[in-house]
């Protein structure tokens, strides 16, 4: 009882060995690319006034005005400088540069094909050099 239990827990968690290496690979390349994603659209609602993303078209460029006196032999004079807000705020990016995968695999079963088979297209089955020359003796 204990051993047909054992069995159906076991075959329940059985994959191949593409799935095995490339689900982590997939799941890396899809957080980066969610990172990108979720970045652009912080930015671009930061940068601009408006933003729509279903579209892709903005409002105008969001910028921060301030006013400073500026002093020269003539005396002083009142300026305006505007510059964009995106350029006084560090925007957070994150990548994924590097990973690293360390697999623990527990091998339950291999199976080995005989070296010299071959398939026939007249017979439509696998060939063997012991099946061959037993057909011909």
């Known amino acids: 009882m204990s051993d047909s239990t054992n069995n159906n827990k076991v075959s329940g968690h059985i994959m191949s060995l593409q799935q095995l290496i490339s689900a982590p690979l997939v799941a890396t390349i899809d957080a980066d690319a969610m990172s990108a994603e979720r970045y652009m ?6 940068a601009f006034e408006s933003y729509n ?3 892709g078209s903005t ?8 006013n400073f006196t500026d002093s020269d032999a003539s005396g002083g004079a009142e300026k305006k400088v505007s510059v964009p807000l995106v350029s006084l705020v560090t925007l957070p990016l994150l990548q994924i540069k590097q990973a690293d995968f360390d697999f623990d695999i527990n091998i339950i079963d291999a ?10 297209l007249n017979r439509g ?13």
């Open 41 to 46: 659209k912080h930015f671009m609602s930061l």
């Open 53 to 55: 993303p279903v579209d």
């Open 111 to 120: 199976v080995a094909a005989a070296p010299n088979e071959h398939f026939s």
């Open 59 to 66: 409002g105008a460029l969001r910028l921060i005005s301030f």
């Open 125 to 137: 089955e696998v060939e063997s050099p012991a099946g061959k020359s037993g057909m011909k003796g």
